[in-house]
């Protein structure tokens, strides 16, 4: 990279050339106040707090703006500069409503900051100011417009980040408002709050979180998103028992004084570094969806079943019943008659424990969890290694994503593709067989045949196949030509693997790496985008059996074991009749579910807030929780139940007590874990397991190829293609065992949730 | 100095918005010359020899500005006739269009081909809607001559235009601004650079030049660039045409050599001050140039160079004469609140700034000023020049702070009032300031 030296306040630095002014004086230790700057957003030059004094120009320039070139002599402080700025913030504060005392962002205020830094100390402001209310722009969004300081963060972000283009500006002059894209001025969007996230100011607030804690009373926590697979972490905020906002800003990347001596001077752990794999990034579910921890419908005490009802019981009468039911119906059955099912929401540790019972204690083969997709043949094969969020955003300039919805399902891998493509140029191909409404940055788009997503594989595979796979896919042959060459010329190719292809299609996924490497020189990485939070931890920790059918139970399955995985939800109603046809069902849970009012024993588990734990997303990074909440309820972790239950068995899972201990262990058995602690994750953040990768020799191509031509063969030729884009909101906007508990979310959908069964107390 | 007639010529004839007229008077041999006997570089050439600068405002030389444009660039490019003529007291853009439309489109086309763009866009203020018809309509008319269009004059050179209305912002007259709002954005300025001759509208190299500007072009590719510039000054070539607004006896557009006595033209072209009365103040180019008093007039002539060093700039030489009865403070109030309104709200002082200001003339005329309203004043316009996005906010400044400087008694006459009446306010007493006011 071509660099240049410039002189800053009579300091030598070298720097990249037209890397933005603002970043190398900041990186050269001269930070210059900002507030319309954002790192990786379009520069805007709207707030003019940046103004430097550059040798040879007329007037102060916007360092924002400016890009460095070989010579430039800088000055960023001087009375005149001073001056300039005393004016800006003196202009801001002009109308800004001054309310600080019931202002929300009151105390981590980049306006607060700014004022008491640079600005004078009494307003000269005397004229009456121009009054607005606040007013709701959607459920989860507030605008107070006389707090805003126009500093278009908000827009930016709508268009860059998540591609909503929701926010714009109506209006002119002073009279300028934010408004959402509605005819009315409210908010059609999926509600992703990074808006509310980067407002240096009050004027955007959550829903959830105005009035309910000043920024100095809360005590945040750095933990991993529960919902999907890539793995956000977040700043829980919590306030007397309750979380009241999950955040993700990169207090490092601020002002490193308003950082350490304003935002962090209230917090109990105070982060030295934001290396987080999703940068500032969440969506509406991690922004929104955690407050079902907070939820009075959690359960608080075991229930067992006595005369046909559900009634509270101890942890002792619990946890004996379980034991000697188990014991019993082991014994008069024999083991296989006895399944666990984990849910890939848990965390490593309580799924490792379950596994380790399963298959040590009680000796069953039936040890899984509930998978939507079976993932197995996919990693089994895999040939390349998994691709993380910050290398598909920063060294991928080819991308091709076959199938899925990631602004839906994978808010994160959506964000990752267009900061791809908006800081790097990345070319990215998209094969779908919908129009996927929020990746418009895409260079090209391929539009198939609903459910020929195997064609596209078996083509990109074999050119002997395009024919076919023309045929199938409805694609021209020029057009899986063109894909081909995508693939197959690409010096560095990152491949997403959506969740619509099944058993040889997923092979070929984790195939199709390895033989373009093999090809010569080049990188290939490949995302599977998993579904929930620890798919892959559930398959790493050996739930690997296969998932139960309804009609085993009965004949076959006398008792189940169910750790946090609601079947009659996830799998139908088929599940209902199955479960009481079982002898024993025990359920760990957080409300009572559909499954939990069936179950024999329901032991009241411990959210992702309360526990400590690690999960492993869908680029196989292990990632801590962290506990944030006090006990409000009689819960336990997952893995002590199962570790109490066991010694009441007889036997010893090694638990210790604590999650660190099991991950010890974990880290000396399963492959790919080892070396990781949790001291390393509390200093690294993301650690990748290693895979173990099949090499291309063992694999038999020319039977998979047979294979895939099967299931090609298999796609129905006569559908066509879906011309319509899902619905916004497709996969965000449902109710989820999780979500449905989120006070905010219910209102806001308008779910018709149940009502909470009563119980007896 | 002699006065010719270079813009205005066919001004006075009937039917003078016609080609036919305009043919009978010349029209289009410009045209015919440049795409018969000159290269595109050599068009270049003369127009820079012509000394010609920008009618617009900004003055910047127009030879300047086409040999900016990238020769090797694939991208297409666009020629652009700003015609959001909107600067408050201008009004001669809108007397050229209605009386020498050919000559814009002569001058559009000869940009077109020194640049080699084929399309090339009038951006017309929106509310001269009647002008977008007769342009539309002169449009037609050369195309049927073959003027425009695909192969004019069989030279192998294709260029189309295309007249596109504005909808009534005034920062739309702002080059960046404009081209934001011809793509069907919100207009708001462009981050300067890149600047337009290298990324213009839809990110293409793009020349915008004024209306008067284009217009100056063909008589300098007929009668030679060091014609016009001879008309004018070494610095300042050719005539311009000058809309005088105000106290005079005979306000209207007139055409005078750059580098003419201004008083000259109040007196003698506009038969002086209405009703005998004393001069007091000008404004000389635009309500965006900074005042002139009486005694800067005696000295100024009308050319680019005499005004900045009055520090003042000839703008878009719209020229407001005041008489002895003119209360300046009102005359700043009003133009404040122009900019007020027309404010786009990018950026802060701009925003802010005027809104502030106008706030607090308005208190001073209502009779509420204190002693320290016009110091504030002065540094509020002080603070917002210089600093802002673009050049609105620096023009709503330059109303401002020289008035002040200049006419300081206009102002404290309004605080002298106040004093007696309003002295027993709490918030006049030290200490009792309102930091909070919802």
Not at chain 2, 263 to 286: N, S, T
Request: aromatic letters at 8%.
């Amino acid at each position: 990279m071509e660099t240049v030296k410039v002189i800053i306040n009579g300091k030598e630095v070298e720097a990249p050339k037209g890397k933005l002014l603002l970043e190398v004086c900041f990186d050269a230790g001269f930070p210059i106040p900002n507030f319309c700057y954002y790192k990786d957003l379009p520069p805007q030059a709207a707030c003019r707090m940046c103004l430097v004094r550059i040798e040879k120009m007329g007037r102060l320039q916007t360092a924002c703006t400016m890009r460095v070139s070989e010579g430039m002599v800088v000055t960023t402080e001087s009375e005149e500069i001073r001056r300039a700025r005393m004016a800006m913030v003196d202009f801001i504060l002009a109308n800004h409503p001054l309310d600080c005392p019931v202002c929300d962002k009151g105390g981590e205020c980049e306006l607060q900051w700014m004022a008491m830094n640079y600005g004078d100390l009494l307003a000269r402001f005397d004229e009456q100011k121009d009054a607005t209310g606040e007013y709701p722009l959607s459920p989860f969004i507030w605008l107070d417009p006389q707090r805003c300081i126009l500093c278009y963060r908000c827009i930016r972000v709508c268009d860059e980040w998540v591609e909503n283009h929701a926010l714009g500006v109506r209006g002119r002059g002073a009279h300028s408002v934010i408004v959402g894209n509605r005819p009315d001025g409210t908010l059609a969007c999926e509600h992703c709050g990074n808006c509310v996230e980067v407002c240096p100011v009050g004027a955007l607030t959550s829903t959830n979180f105005r009035f309910r804690a000043r920024p100095w009373d809360i005590r945040d926590t750095v933990t991993t998103c529960t919902y999907c697979s890539d793995g956000c972490q977040l700043r829980l905020s919590v306030r007397d028992g309750r979380v009241v906002r999950a955040w993700a800003k990169d207090l490092t990347k601020m002002d490193a004084e308003f950082a350490n001596k304003v935002l962090f001077s209230f917090r109990t752990a105070p982060e030295t570094r934001h290396n987080w794999i999703n940068e500032e990034f969440l969506c509406l579910k991690g922004r929104y969806g955690n407050e079902f921890v907070n939820s009075p419908d959690r359960l608080r005490v075991p229930l067992l079943r006595r005369n046909g009802r559900l009634e509270p019981a101890t942890w002792e009468e619990a946890l004996k019943y379980v034991a000697q039911r188990i014991l019993e119906i082991k014994r008069t059955y024999g083991p296989e008659s006895i399944a666990c099912i984990g849910s890939p929401r848990l965390t490593n540790e309580d799924l490792y424990v379950l596994a380790k019972f399963g298959r040590q204690v009680l000796e069953t083969p039936h040890v899984t969890h509930a998978m939507d997709v079976d993932w197995r043949p996919f990693f089994k094969r895999l040939t390349v290694p998994l691709l993380t969020q910050p290398e598909l955003r920063e060294q991928m300039p080819t991308i091709l994503l076959i199938g899925g919805n990631p602004p839906e399902y994978n808010p994160l891998t959506a964000y990752s593709l267009r900061a791809a493509v908006h800081r790097h140029g990345a070319r990215l191909y998209i094969v779908s067989a919908r129009p996927i409404g929020r990746l418009q940055v895409a260079t090209r788009f391929f539009h198939i045949r609903p459910g020929s997503e195997p064609a596209v594989w078996l083509a990109l595979l074999d050119e002997g196949e395009v024919e076919r796979a023309a045929e199938a896919t409805l694609l021209t042959r020029e057009e899986l030509y063109e894909l081909r060459r995508f693939v197959w010329e690409a010096d560095r190719l990152a491949l997403l693997v959506g969740r619509e292809v099944t058993g040889p299609a997923l092979e070929a996924a984790a195939v199709l790496g390895g033989m373009l490497q093999a090809k010569g020189e080049r990188i290939v990485r490949v995302l599977p985008l998993l579904r929930f939070n620890n798919s892959l931890g559930a398959l790493d920790m050996g739930l690997v059996a296969e998932m139960l059918v309804p009609e085993q139970v009965g004949p076959q399955i006398k008792a189940l074991y169910l750790m946090g995985c609601d079947l009659v939800r996830f799998y139908g109603d088929a599940w209902r009749q199955a479960l009481a046809r079982a002898e024993l069902v025990v359920a760990h849970e957080l409300f009572l579910t559909r499954t939990a009012e069936l179950a024999h024993v329901v032991l009241p588990a411990m959210s992702f807030a309360e526990l400590d734990g690690t999960f492993t997303n869908n680029a196989g990074q292990v990632q801590r929780i962290r506990r944030a909440l006090g006990v409000a309820g009689d819960w336990r972790p997952d893995w002590m139940i199962i570790d109490q239950i066991a010694a009441k068995m007889g036997a010893d899972l090694g638990c210790r007590h604590s999650a660190a201990n099991i991950f010890r262990e974990i880290a000396e058995t399963i492959p790919g874990y080892q070396g990781i602690t949790y001291a390393r994750l509390n200093e690294e953040g993301a650690i990748q397991t290693e895979r173990p990768l099949m090499p291309l020799e063992v694999i038999d191509r020319a039977r998979l190829l047979e294979r895939l031509r099967a299931q090609v063969e298999a796609i129905d030729h006569t559908a066509e293609r879906l011309q319509e884009p899902a619905p916004l909101g497709i996969g965000l906007f449902e109710p989820g065992t999780l979500t449905e508990h989120v006070p905010l979310l219910r209102q806001a959908f308008g779910w018709d949730v149940r009502e909470s069964v009563e119980v007896s107390r | 100095m002699e006065k010719v007639r270079v813009l205005s010529a066919r001004f006075d004839l009937p039917d003078s918005h016609t080609i036919e007229v305009y043919l009978r008077t010349g029209g289009y041999q410009a045209l015919r010359k440049a795409l018969a006997e000159m290269t595109p570089e050599a068009v270049i050439e003369e127009v820079k020899r012509s000394a010609l600068r920008g009618r617009g405002g900004a003055g910047f030389s127009t030879g300047m500005k086409w040999s900016f444009v990238p020769k090797d660039s694939s991208k297409p490019k666009y020629v652009i006739a700003n015609a959001d003529e909107s600067e408050p007291g201008t009004c001669k853009d809108r007397v050229l269009m209605e009386k020498d439309p050919h000559a814009v489109i002569e001058g559009i086309l000869l940009a077109a081909y020194a640049v080699q763009a084929h399309l090339a866009f009038i951006y017309i203020r929106g509310e001269y809607w009647y002008l977008k018809e007769r342009l539309e309509y002169a449009i037609e008319e050369a195309r049927a001559h073959g003027f425009v269009g695909a192969n004019i004059l069989g030279s192998g050179f294709s260029c189309d235009i295309i007249v596109h209305p504005g909808a009534g912002a005034y920062i739309c007259g702002e080059e960046t601004a404009l081209m934001e709002s011809l793509e069907g954005k919100r207009g708001y300025p462009r981050i300067k650079p890149p600047f337009p001759a290298v990324v213009g509208l839809y990110g293409c190299p793009t020349v915008i030049n004024n209306v008067e500007t284009l217009a100056s072009v063909p008589p300098i590719i007929l009668n030679g660039g060091d014609w016009f510039r001879r008309l004018g000054t070494e610095k300042s070539g050719g005539t311009r045409l000058f809309a005088v607004s105000g106290h005079v006896a005979r306000p209207g557009v007139y055409e005078l050599p750059m580098g003419y006595s201004m008083k000259r033209m109040i007196e003698e072209d506009c038969g002086g001050i209405r009703g005998g009365k004393r001069l007091k103040a000008v404004i000389p180019g635009g309500s965006s140039a900074p005042i002139l008093t009486a005694e800067e007039v005696e000295q100024c002539t009308l050319d680019f160079e005499s005004l900045l060093a009055l520090k003042s700039m000839l703008g878009s030489g719209a020229i407001i004469v005041m008489d002895e009865d003119t209360d300046i403070a009102q005359v700043v109030y009003r133009i404040t609140k122009f900019y007020e309104h027309e404010s786009c709200g990018w950026c802060v002082p701009c925003r802010e700034g005027t809104r502030w200001m106008r706030k607090l003339l308005e208190r001073l005329l209502r009779g509420e000023g204190r002693p320290k309203d016009v110091d504030l004043l002065y540094e509020l316009a002080r603070n917002i020049f210089g600093t802002t996005h673009c050049p609105l906010g620096d023009a709503a400044a330059w109303a401002v702070y020289p008035a002040i400087e200049k006419f300081r008694a206009d102002f404290e006459k309004y605080v002298r009032a106040a004093a007696v009446s309003v002295s027993a306010e709490p918030s006049d007493v030290p200490g009792a300031r309102r930091l909070l006011v919802v």
